[in-house]
């Protein structure tokens, strides 16, 4: 495959309804989508920085550069076999992680494109359905978030995990536990806690939850390992599994006994496998995490939660949870059942509306090789 162009783009989109976490609330998503141009054949994908540097320190406004000045000029002119030559094409641009996946994942889809595979065939994939959970943000208030929750449950999801923070966490899991004594249950800090609040953390084990998500600082694993011999609650790790020795580490320290992947969050779908590999290899189980993607990222999560290891339910949901109009078609579909059929379809089964996309782009550039 011949790497012929690159076209990055901004298109912004409203959530249907505001989400919030332990660092903040969203309303309306900035979303940088590639296009890498390959002998006829188009690969799309997401780069899944956000508006801000707040969940992690790549924004909309770091990927863009980092990816126009030094990513998309180590790829354009290139000929490849597969996507999996991109990382080493990329190694001289040190983390910018989310920057780096936007690009590989975009030669993955159209690699999967030019090979009539689905790409979850690529990727080594085996499910032919994928159990499905939600992630909920904090609410206004305890009754609307007991209302979400029962909106949730009613569609059919699997899990249901809630944002936590300090003032937002036992007394909501107390309200929760009270009304639905045995669904599956997690929450989520996003790094809120610090290792001092040991006994606060400690009470969340009376929740029976499923996992405790990145409760201490992003970068750390060192102390999540101090606190997982502290609890009964499993830690599961986030922000700071960045790439596979990361999970390694984690996994050798003990310091968690589940793993969210985001493909964006450690680089791209090479990673991403090495990730599931090392855990599986470990008995650790795996779920997709989510990053309030439009379908060309949800897309792609759903690809990768074929993989064997991806055991627990993802934040992978349907596109109407958050988009009054995905830019995909059909949009992403949950059964009663709390499951998404996965299709066998080449690429990744969803055709990107383009018209729709075109009508939605506030900034656009394409670059080619330069000679
Ligand atoms: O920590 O998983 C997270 C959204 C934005 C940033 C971080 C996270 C999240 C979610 C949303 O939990 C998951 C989804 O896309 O449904
Ligand atoms: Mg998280």
């Known amino acids: 495959m011949k790497i012929e162009a690159i076209t990055l783009r901004e298109i ?14 969203t309303y309306s998503r900035r979303i940088l989508l590639i296009t890498v141009h390959s002998e006829g054949i188009e690969g799309w994908a997401e780069c899944v920085a956000a508006e801000d540097p707040f969940y992690s320190s790549e924004w909309i ?10 990513l998309a000029p180590a790829l354009l002119g290139q000929t490849i076999e597969s996507a999996r030559e991109c990382p080493d094409l990329f190694t001289r641009v040190r983390a910018h992680r989310m920057a780096k996946a936007a690009l590989e994942n975009a030669v993955w889809d159209a690699e999967a494109t030019q090979k009539q595979q689905p790409l979850w065939k690529l990727l080594g994939g085996t499910r032919h359905e994928i159990p499905c959970g939600v992630s909920i943000g904090i609410q206004n208030s305890i009754e609307q978030l007991l209302e979400k929750i029962e909106t949730e449950l009613a569609a059919g999801y699997r899990r249901i995990k809630v944002k936590v923070k300090p003032g937002w966490d036992v007394n909501i899991l107390e309200r929760i536990r009270a009304r639905w004594a045995d669904i599956t249950l997690s929450c989520d800090a ?116 074929t993989l064997e290891n991806f055991r627990l339910p993802g934040d992978v949901s349907a596109s109407k949870r958050y988009w009054k109009e995905d830019i995909i078609e059909p949009e992403v579909e949950v059964s009663p059942q709390g499951m998404i059929a996965i299709s066998d379809q080449p690429g990744t089964g969803y055709r990107v509306r383009q018209d729709l996309i075109e009508k939605l782009t506030v900034r656009k550039e394409t670059l080619r090789p330069s000679k």
């Open 12 to 25: 912004q989109m409203p959530l249907v309804h505001f989400f919030e976490t332990s660092f903040g609330r």
């Open 61 to 70: 406004e770091s990927a863009w550069p980092t990816i126009s000045r030094y």
């Open 190 to 305: 996003n790094s809120a806690y610090t290792l001092d609040q040991m006994e606060h953390l400690r009470a969340f084990d009376q929740f029976n939850l499923l996992m405790i998500e990145q409760p201490l600082w992003d970068d750390d694993i060192y102390y999540h390992a101090r606190l997982q011999k502290e609890l009964r609650t499993s830690i599961c790790l986030d922000e700071s599994i960045v790439n596979a020795r990361a999970a390694a580490f984690a996994v050798e320290s003990e310091a968690c006994r589940i793993i969210n992947v985001k493909v964006g969050r450690v680089g791209g779908f090479s990673e991403a496998k090495k990730i599931h590999d090392i855990c599986h290899n470990n008995n650790i189980p795996v779920w997709c995490g989510g990053m309030l993607e439009t379908g060309i990222g949800r897309a792609h999560n759903i690809a990768l939660s």
